[in-house]
């Protein structure tokens, strides 16, 4: 019998907090700003864009105790509980002073209004635990999901640069507090599910993967929320109701990543920050890809389950993995099924999961040896943006340079992520030539009818997801630069 | 502590004098989050929290308005509508009363506030806004005037013609001509902080406003308006913004008003913070403007006559869209002399929010039309682009004379390019990128060096004055205020910078204080680039009275000549003896000197004949020029700037960090502007990019690979500034159509630069890509 407990338990700052009185949808940053006047967490969006209010949370992982920068205006208080938040009012100097990330940020006049500010500090701040010398692209990476709207962004580059000059992170606030918090954070695991009803609002954080799928039988309309990138936003903008929560992303067994000769399997709580190194090493086309999913504090709390199960037309991890053929496991009770993920994806907004039922796991192929994978993502702006269209190639040729095998699928294509399959009809068995690649372009009128929004008009989409082929051939068969770059391989 | 004893006697010169890169007075308090922003105030007790309820409708007359469900909502302690401002339901800072604080009748736009609801809690607010029953009797709309003739629309406020010569007989005999349109996108101010007021009810008809305002003035006077009120009963005070950009020189009046009508009838303070989406449908942005061009010019690329009509789409009513469109017109040459021309504007009414005050102000909007006329011309001829700019240049003592009859009497823009060519090694990369391209079919690169020039003061000239209080306490350390606001731009710590050196004191011993109009009235909106020259005078000239009487009390106390007294680092030498400043200030106090002053400044020279157009608008020119590389791809259309090099001048800097930090923000500002800040609107009229999400401002990782940014340090003002330094707020904002020209220049190449790719702002990688596919259309038949 799981034991229930009706308050959270967190740490905040250097305070060891208890809680029972937590609305479903209550937001953290609201919980910082409202609740305990920690005025320095800045509103700039509401919806995880801007990063001004950019906290840490720090977690025990397998690996030890972690901090990731997160959107505190669309993580929800419930889903900290068992964490350790850390919000710019805790950062010090070791005289007392300025930190060395508030310090360079000074003196390289990295503000101007100062409004985004305390969110570039801390999310600088997680570069500098992580890489004490950052490369010029860890720095625009760890940065892309805070906006500022004075500087240019020129002189925060240079203030993260040289913050290893103003201070060393051994000696720092967070590593000097370490063990203390460590402790107390094992402490707080104590097996005990988590209840509370507040306002007529119900929030559950199960105590495992086995107590979630019983929670989930017991309730099969509840609200799942992992990462919170999107369920934030029903919140914070459209003001659902979405009691009664269920908080999934602290469950151990939903962060793993399994690695066989084949396929790499991704339990539905990993993150994109956790899901990269292990995906990007097997299937390298990943690596860019996620680099340019949301900013560093989406990919730090969105899971690829969650990006699966919400059923957006313009997830970003849908149509590589059905380039490569993954399966999604989904769990209700005791029972699983495997099935395709494309056959995941009835119509807009449908999906195949079952009252009761959750993603557990995506297994994903590793490409063989010889074939062609590509992902080629297009956006407005290049870091940081919701797809226009996405598309995913993978192609295996046979000895006489004939297509043996082709998967390719589209994002913001259709309704759905979506398989080009007339495309892939005319591709198979001719040529890998330039001649086939232009004959099969006609094929993409089959396959798809976008429309057009606010990202782009059907006509782009349509002509641009055409020439996503024609890239993936040059790419495969010239050495011709056939993308801009903003990175030069190192 | 008592400061002025830790003042160093012995410096030889202070801390924080003018031309010193010192900090932004609240960098450590914007690194620690302990710099408080209006939203970070301590609450007063019984605070009460207002939303607003916006349109659903682009046009139409509200049939019905339904509103109980929203009264009964939990939390909800009253409802506001039109009727229920006490004195106006008018918030027009142009006086044509055709602004409503909350629509009554006739709706423009979707997304105008309707009713504000106010209640105990920000969420209840938001909560029960939604509940509203209303019933349009909906009219049809416009929202885009690329849709209608825009020689017949409907204007919302005067239009202006600027004439110079006979530019239609010009054209007419010109050996070449070519006549074209170019569409030009809006752009939303993305201030990081939103909109926010917080009404604190007084005694009496007094209330107090914070607002996060460029120009508390006038939120002072439309409160007052509102309220039906003396201005003397109204005070607004705001010690830092979260960004302005000019998004916050009108449009925080709006929020003020309802605050301050709600604290005064409800008695308890009320505060209004509208969500980003919110402050995105319902506040005014940068004009988007399609702009007709004409042009004569003979085969070598000089320009005979120019003729413009600068159609803007300036939303439902005219905020400021006379003197944006205006602007626009005033920098249809940028730093080109036309020998004929004739620009004319247009203001139009459409079926969105009003559009208003950015950085700029029109001049980017003017200047990028004349910059695809010049880009006409060279592809016409077959020349570079900076050839034909060269060519056009503004002479220094001939072929001077302005569209509007203004002498450029400050012209160095052939010094700053030609500088600029060699340093940013034009001509060498201009080749290598030929040879690149040549190799290239998927990838091409694309370059550009565009100049600027800026006109630099309120073109209403009465907005040109400023006013300052300073009072020196008897320890010698000094409270300073002046008419200006601070927004991020580092004003307050420049305005410090000059009163510490009139004072010679170390700039610690200058307290900045938050701009009120309790203390300077009559201010003019922090706009127009205009901040230090303006209120850095007026505090001058206030700190400089005290320092008179400082001199004249020390002289008949020592009994030495005045020449003897001399202001030396935090010490006041009078004859052979040298006395602390806090010393000799606490010596004028006992003696019973007045150390308060108030220091006032007007611009000289600057008159402006609208109805004639002609007159000296502008005291001086701001000049800069950029040159930027970029990468696209002709597939997708994908781009990244590769590197930008900018020569920017700011006279005499009073503070290079700060004018560098204006100059790399204003440019990447810009570039966001015309590549990928888009706002689309939808068949209903509504905005669909509303939030971050959709709208995109530049990241990080946007920033030219390879920025260099230097300030020509050779230039001094022309006219008597401060300190000799010049304006650098929006300047530099359109270095960026640099980038602009290079994305062309790189489409260009897939026509081997036979055909001007006519490439539209912003240049999304959509436009970039439809325009390759064109320049390839129309080079293949």
């Known amino acids: ?490 | 502590m008592n400061k002025h004893a830790t003042a160093d006697l012995k410096a030889t010169r202070i801390l924080g004098g003018v031309a010193t890169d010192q900090r932004h007075d609240s960098a450590h308090k914007h690194v620690t989050g302990t710099a408080i922003y209006i939203d970070d105030m301590p609450e007063p007790a019984g605070l009460l929290h207002a939303c607003l309820g916006l349109s659903t409708v682009a046009h139409g007359t509200i049939r019905s308005i339904d509103l109980s469900a929203v009264r009964a909502a939990p939390g909800v302690i009253d409802v506001l509508t039109g009727h229920d401002m006490p004195g106006s339901n008018d918030i027009s800072p142009t006086g044509r009363a055709d602004e409503p604080v909350l629509a009554t009748d006739t709706v423009h736009f979707f997304g105008q506030p309707l009713f504000a609801v106010i209640a105990e809690s920000r969420e209840q607010a938001r909560r029960a806004c939604r509940l509203a029953k209303i019933d349009y009797d909906e009219k049809p709309f416009v929202t885009d005037i690329w849709d209608i003739d825009r020689r017949a629309g409907k204007l919302v406020t005067d239009p202006l013609t600027l004439k110079r010569g006979d530019a239609a007989a010009a054209i007419e005999t010109a050996p070449r001509r070519i006549k074209g349109t170019m569409r030009l996108g809006g752009q939303d101010h993305f201030y990081l902080e939103g909109q926010i007021a917080l009404a604190v009810p007084g005694e009496d008809t007094d209330v107090t406003v914070f607002s996060s305002t460029q120009h508390p003035s006038e939120v002072q006077h439309m409160v007052a308006h509102v309220l039906g009120v003396p201005s003397h009963a109204v005070t607004v005070e705001i010690r830092r913004m979260g960004g302005g950009f000019g998004g916050k020189e009108t449009q925080g009046n709006q929020f003020a008003a309802i605050a301050a009508a709600a604290a005064k009838r409800l008695g308890r303070a009320v505060k209004i913070r509208p969500d980003r989406d919110d402050d995105m449908a319902a506040t005014g942005k940068r004009h988007d403007f399609v702009i007709d061009y004409e042009v004569g010019f003979d085969d070598e690329g000089t320009i005979l006559g120019v003729d413009y009509f600068y159609a803007a789409r300036c939303g439902f009513s005219s905020d400021l869209s006379g003197p944006v469109t205006d602007r626009a017109l005033f920098h249809c040459d940028n730093t080109y002399y036309y020998p004929a021309v004739r620009a004319q504007s247009a203001p139009l009414y459409t079926n969105t929010v009003s559009n208003t005050a950015f950085r700029g102000f029109g001049g980017p909007q003017g200047m990028i039309g004349c910059e695809r006329v010049v880009d006409e011309i060279a592809f016409a001829l077959g020349k570079d682009p900076l050839e034909i700019r060269r060519k056009n240049f503004y002479g220094t003592s001939d072929r001077n004379v302005t569209p509007y009859h203004q002498t450029v009497e400050d012209n160095i823009i052939h010094r700053l390019v030609d500088e600029l060519e060699k340093s940013a090694d034009y001509q060498a990369r201009r080749r290598a990128i030929a040879d690149f391209n040549a190799g290239s079919p998927v990838i091409k690169r694309g370059l550009a060096l565009t100049p600027l020039k800026f006109g630099i003061s309120f073109t209403a000239t009465h907005f040109n004055q400023a006013g300052a209080l300073v009072h020196v306490y008897a320890d010698g350390s000094v409270h300073l205020n002046h008419g200006g606001t601070e927004m991020g731009q580092g004003l307050y710590v420049k305005i410090a910078q000059i009163v510490a050196e009139e004072f010679q004191i170390d700039i610690d011993h200058v307290k900045i204080t938050a701009t009120t109009t309790g203390k300077v009235p009559n201010t003019s909106a922090t706009a127009a680039s205009s901040g230090s020259d303006l209120n850095g005078m007026a505090a001058q000239a206030a700190a400089r009275t005290i320092r008179d009487r400082l001199c004249d009390f020390a002289a008949e106390k020592y009994g030495v000549p005045r020449e003897q007294i001399e202001f030396l680092p935090n010490r006041v030498r009078v004859g052979n003896q040298e006395i602390a400043f806090g010393e000799l200030t606490q010596q004028a106090y006992m003696a019973r000197v007045q150390l308060s002053a108030t220091g006032f400044y007007k611009t000289p020279k600057v008159r402006w004949d609208r109805d004639k157009g002609e007159g000296h608008p502008f005291y001086y020119f701001a000049y800069g020029a950029a040159c930027a590389e970029v990468s696209i791809d002709t597939l997708t259309g994908e781009y990244v700037v590769e590197r930008a090099d900018i020569l920017h001048e700011t006279g005499r800097s009073l503070n290079r960090a700060i004018d560098i930090g204006q100059i790399e923000g204003g440019f990447i500002q810009g570039m966001g502007w015309l590549t990928t800040e888009e706002l689309v609107w939808d068949d209903k009229g509504r905005l669909r990019t509303h939030a971050p999400s959709t709208y995109k401002i530049p990241l990080a990782s946007d920033r030219p690979k390879v920025f260099n940014v230097t300030l020509a340090d050779w230039p001094e003002a022309h006219e008597p500034t401060v300190h000799r330094s010049k304006a650098v707020g929006e300047p530099p904002f359109m270095l960026a159509m640099s980038v602009f020209h290079a994305l062309s220049d790189a489409v260009a190449s897939v026509g081997e630069h036979t055909v001007c790719p006519r490439l539209d702002a912003p240049a999304t990688p959509e436009r970039v890509l439809m325009a390759v596919e064109r320049v390839r259309a129309q080079t293949a038949a």
């Not at chain 1, 007529?200 to 609200?223: K, N």
Request: hydrophobic share 40%; glycine share 10%.
């Open chain 1, 1 to 490: 019998m799981t034991e229930i407990r009706s308050e959270i338990r967190f740490m905040l700052n250097g305070v060891e907090t208890a809680l029972s009185d937590v609305r479903a949808d209550e937001t953290l940053l609201d919980y910082l700003r409202l609740r305990r006047a920690l005025r320095g967490t800045k509103e700039g969006c509401a919806e995880g864009d801007c990063g001004a209010c950019t906290v840490l949370v720090g977690r025990l992982t397998p690996d030890g105790l972690i901090y990731e920068s997160v959107n505190a205006c669309i993580r929800f208080l419930g889903s900290v509980n068992g964490c350790h938040v850390v919000t710019v009012e805790h950062l010090k100097g070791q005289d007392g002073g300025l930190h060395p990330v508030q310090q360079a940020m000074v003196d390289f006049h990295g503000s101007q209004c100062g409004f985004c500010t305390p969110g570039f500090v801390m999310s600088l701040y997680a570069l500098w635990m992580r890489r004490t010398d950052p490369t010029e692209a860890d720095i625009e990476k760890a940065l892309q999901g805070n906006l500022c709207r004075c500087t240019g962004y020129q002189p925060i580059v240079k203030a993260a640069r040289a913050i290893s000059s103003y201070g060393r992170v051994e000696t720092d606030v967070l590593a000097s507090e370490r063990a203390r918090v460590e402790a107390t954070l094992n402490a707080l695991k104590d097996g005990a599910r988590v209840e509370i009803g507040q306002d007529g609002q119900r929030l559950v954080i199960p105590a495992s993967v086995e107590d979630l799928a019983a929670v989930l039988e017991a309730e099969p309309e509840a609200t799942i929320v992992a990462g919170s990138t999107d369920v934030g936003l029903w919140v914070t903008k459209f003001m659902r109701e979405i009691t009664p929560v269920v908080f999934i992303a602290h469950l151990d067994e939903l962060h793993t990543v399994t690695e066989t000769d084949g396929a790499v399997s991704v339990g539905a709580c990993v993150s994109y920050t956790e899901a990269f190194s292990a995906l990007s090493r097997r299937i390298p086309a990943f690596g860019p890809l996620i680099d340019r999913i949301g900013g560093e504090q989406v990919r730090n709390m969105g899971t690829i389950g969650g990006n699966i199960a919400n059923g957006s037309p313009i997830g970003d991890t849908p149509p590589p993995l059905i380039a490569l053929g993954a399966t999604v496991t989904l769990r209700k009770g005791e029972s699983r099924r495997t099935i395709a993920l494309e056959d995941f994806f009835i119509d807009y907004g449908k999906q195949d999961r079952r009252p009761g039922e959750f993603v557990e796991r995506i297994d994903v192929p590793v490409p063989g040896e010889g074939t062609h994978y590509a992902v080629y993502k297009l956006t407005k702006r290049r870091d940081e943006d919701i797809t226009a269209a996405l598309g995913a190639f993978h192609l295996t040729l046979a000895a006489d340079g004939t297509v043996a095998a082709v998967r390719i699928a589209y994002g913001g294509m259709a309704a759905t992520p979506k398989r080009a399959t007339a495309v892939e009809a005319a591709l198979a068995g001719k040529p890998w030539s330039s001649e086939t690649v232009e004959a099969a372009l006609d094929a993409y009128g089959k396959d798809f009818a976008p429309i057009s929004d606010m990202r782009a008009s059907a006509d782009y989409r349509m002509l641009a997801a055409r020439n996503l082929l024609r890239r993936f051939h040059l790419e495969t068969t010239s050495g011709l630069p056939v993308q801009v770059s903003r990175y030069e391989a190192a």
